[in-house]
Structures are given as C-alpha cells and as structure tokens.
C-alpha cells in the first residue's frame, strides 16, 4: 500500500554537496513521521534526522550544520541536502515513513521503508 523510492544517491569527493530524494506513493494523504536513516556493512542502521508533520526536525549530532532535511506536504517526498561530506558519511541511506493516513482516511501506524540509496564519498 505504501512504496518509497529513493534517488539521488552517488559517489561524491569529501567536501562536496549531494541531494537525496524520497517519494512516498500508494494514495497517501498524509505522513506523521519521515526520517532518513543510514547503514554500513557491518553495523546496526543509524537514524539520521528526522521531519514531523508539524514541522519540527531532528539531526544526529554528527549530521548538525551539514545536512538539512526537508518535505514537501503536497507531494509526500522528503529530501535530504548533504553538505560538507566527510568519507564517514558513506552509507547506504535508507526513508522512512512513520503513521501514514491514507486518502481514504485510513490510518496506517506501521514503519515503511525504502530500498536505500549508495552515498560514497572518497578521501
């Protein structure tokens, strides 16, 4: 009922900028919760930032000054503006959509995933 589709992802020198692109479908009216997590090969899935509905976001400390997440309502997508890169940044970054109201008025409290999108930033 519910599909992200990440984009944007790529290979990006450190210091460079990069812009993630997330859209939520499947007759969606509204989105509580969007979030942007990432993972390494290895290691456990790491939250990143995160956009309520009412407006209010969220970084991971590490994150704080050089990325920025945003959303668009209308359209149901959330992007996340990376800059400053640091080789660390590499991850696999994955949406996620928390309490989804469908167009129908039903309300979906489940966690939805995307597929993840590379970031690679070389040295």
């Known amino acids: 009922q519910v599909q992200l589709v990440e984009s944007g992802g790529r290979l990006v020198q450190a210091g460079g900028s990069l812009r993630l692109s997330c859209a939520a479908s499947g007759s969606i009216f509204s989105v509580n919760v969007m979030n942007w997590y990432r993972q390494v090969p290895g290691k456990a899935r790491e939250w990143v930032t995160s956009?309520?509905?009412?407006?209010?976001?969220n970084y991971l400390d590490s994150v704080k000054g050089r990325f920025t997440i945003s959303r668009d309502y209308s359209k149901n997508t959330v992007d996340l503006q990376m800059d400053s890169l640091k080789p660390e940044d590499t991850a696999v970054y994955y949406c996620?959509?928390?309490?989804?109201?469908?167009?129908?008025?039903?309300?979906?409290?489940?966690?939805?995933w995307g597929q993840g999108t590379q970031v690679t930033v070389s040295s």
């Open positions: 956009s309520t509905i009412a407006g209010t976001t």
């Open positions: 996620n959509a928390i309490g989804v109201r469908l167009r129908d008025g039903t309300f979906l409290q489940g966690n939805y």
